[in-house]
Structure formats: C-alpha cells, structure tokens
Nanobody, 115 residues
Framework: QVQLVESGGGLVQPGGSLRLSCTASNDNSEFTNMGWWRQLPGKEREWVATILSSGTTNSADSVKGRFAISTNSAKSAVYLQMDNLKPKDTAIYYC?????????WGQGTQVTVSS
C-alpha cells in the first residue's frame, strides 16, 4: 500500500511558475510509472504528464514546453515544474503512482492562475 501526499499548489499570476511535489509513503522503487493528472472545474480528470521507471517522460500537448515532470533519485517523489502558467491551467492537480496493475492517487492540490 502506498500513500501519496501532494504539496506546492496555490495562487499564481498568469506567466508565473509553481512546482508541485508528491511524496510516496513507502518503498516506491519498483514503480511502473508516476504521473500527474488534473481536473478542471466542471470537467473530467485529464492526463498531464507521465514518467516511466526508465526515466522516459511524456506530457499532454496542452502543457508541452511549459510543464516538466521528474522524480528524485530514490524514486520516492515525483515533481511537476509548471512554467508560463495560464488561467486555463486552473485545476485540482492529482499525482498518480502505478505499481504493476495497481493505481494509487494523491488527495489533490489546488492550482489557481489568476491576476
């Protein structure tokens, strides 16, 4: 069982930056992939970015070139560096950890982009 705790959300002006963090509670060295998803107001949850255990990353077209996903060397945390934020990025952001066929989710952290 893995518990994920997110942090780093908040209010930022358009064009600003935030860095989200997600820490796993137990040994996470055997993870398959970790990622970030978001849920915009009134919308379904959507995929943002993924990092495989190999280090390969991928991200949605809507954030490509602005957001970057990474992990720490112990693979116990996943980060989302968000630059050049836009009002359309306002959402609750959730981290996700996949170990084998089991999916784990964090509780979500609010990101609001507004002037």
């Amino acid at each position: 069982q893995v518990q994920l705790v997110e942090s780093g959300g908040g209010l930022v002006q358009p064009g600003g930056s935030l860095r989200l963090s997600c820490t796993a509670s137990n040994d996470n060295s055997e993870f398959t992939n970790m990622g970030w998803w978001r849920q915009l107001p009134g919308k379904e949850r959507e995929w943002v970015a993924t990092i495989l255990s190999s280090g390969t990353t991928n991200s949605a077209d809507s954030v490509k070139g602005r957001f970057a996903i990474s992990t720490n060397s112990a693979k116990s945390a996943v980060y989302l560096q968000m630059d050049n934020l836009k009002p359309k990025d306002t959402a609750i952001y959730y981290c996700n950890d996949v170990i084998g066929n089991t999916w784990y989710w964090g509780q979500g952290t609010q990101v609001t982009v507004s002037s």
